[in-house]
């Protein structure tokens, strides 16, 4: 079982929060944008950053990603970071002249060396093996920082997990200390924000004081100098890495192991493969735009565009716009 990240919580718990990619990627970026400032760095490029970090990803997060590498193994393959730079470098042309958005180098760059936990690097020739410039370094850590937040705060929302489950787990003790002694009598729903924004206090405070420490003991000067460096200078003391990967653990075991997440993530995945189906079997359902690229690219790979855009509203509603027998169309 691998990690399904914030995907299914997502889903899940769409009723209560009004989470989705698109308020993932902002909380990303807010993040993004408060580390870089804190580190002294290029915040334009931090935020630029982690608003495109995500632009590869298909509908239903890593289940949706599961089921397009699968259908795409016999062609050419599927994976998000390589998605990312292919929409910026290819599919968005908002001059007719040119292919791709121009952006600069180091924004490409960093997204083709998106790594996290549960993300690593695309293959791309800009995905040299090398460190990431700062700013990709922050936009990582932000990406982990966001997700790991949201999902607990999905998983208290939509009860999958309750006060008594996260008793053991350090950072969430640490966090809700305060607010537990101060309201002692509220239920966990009611003081969940405070707690989370405590933790995320922690949190970054952590990164900046480790990152700034590392960047000096590295005598960090130059973008070379980063890229020439052993590992990432942007990252959390061991102390803090072992707590955050004790959360990391339990959200695993607790949340995205849950039978109601993976009853969902098992639909996505349904979802994602009947509509690749479709659009496969007959191709002119696809927007004239995309069947017109068929030709010269394979329908495998243009169908893996297009649903690889796909919000998980757009997925839904397509999917019923084929499927259900009463739908308009």
Same mark, same amino acid.
């Given at each position: ?37 804190? /580190?002294?760095?290029?915040?334009? +490029?931090? *935020?630029?950053? =982690?608003?495109?970090?995500? %632009?590869?990803?298909? !509908?239903?997060? $890593? ?37 791709? /958005?121009?952006?600069?180098?180091? +924004?490409? *760059?960093?997204? =083709?060396?998106?790594?996290? %936990?549960?993300?690593? !690097?695309?293959? $791309? ?43 053991? +787990?350090?950072?969430?003790? =640490? ?155």
């Amino acid at each position: 079982m691998v990690l399904l990240r914030y995907a299914s919580s997502l889903i899940l718990s769409a009723r209560i929060s009004k989470r989705n990619s698109l308020t993932h990627t902002l909380e990303v970026a807010s993040i993004a944008r408060r580390l870089c400032v804190a /580190l002294q760095v290029n915040v334009a +490029v931090g *935020e630029l950053i =982690a608003l495109t970090h995500d %632009l590869g990803h298909p !509908p239903f997060g $890593h289940a949706g990603e599961m089921a397009l590498r699968d259908l795409m193994r016999d062609h050419g393959g599927f994976e998000h970071n390589a998605q990312s730079l292919r929409v910026v470098e290819y599919l968005e042309h908002p001059y007719p002249p040119y292919r791709g /958005l121009n952006m600069s180098y180091e +924004v490409r *760059e960093s997204l =083709a060396k998106h790594c996290t %936990l549960y993300d690593k !690097p695309g293959c $791309h020739p800009l995905a040299d093996g090398t460190c990431a410039p700062v700013e990709g370094q922050i936009a990582n850590l932000a990406d982990r920082l966001a997700y790991d937040g949201h999902d607990l705060e999905d998983a208290i929302g939509a009860n999958l997990i309750g006060e008594g489950d996260l008793a053991d +787990v350090q950072l969430w003790a =640490a966090a809700i200390a305060g607010p537990r002694r101060q309201y002692p009598d509220l239920p966990l729903a009611a003081i969940r924000r405070p707690v989370l924004d405590g933790l995320e206090a922690a949190l970054l405070a952590d990164v900046v004081a480790t990152s700034r420490q590392s960047i000096a003991a590295a005598r960090i000067k130059t973008l070379d100098d980063v890229r020439r460096h052993s590992q990432d200078v942007v990252a959390f003391s061991e102390s803090m890495e072992s707590r955050v990967r004790e959360l990391e653990a339990f959200l695993q075991e607790k949340v995205y192991r849950h039978p109601r997440l993976i009853r969902m993530d098992n639909k996505a995945a349904r979802f994602v493969t009947r509509l690749f189906e479709a659009y496969l079997a007959e191709p002119k359902l696809l927007p004239p735009r995309f069947a017109a690229r068929i030709a010269e690219q394979g329908a495998h790979r243009v169908i893996c565009d297009y649903i690889a855009g796909m919000t998980d509203s757009f997925a839904q509603a397509e999917y019923r716009r084929l499927f259900e027998p009463f739908e308009k169309v």
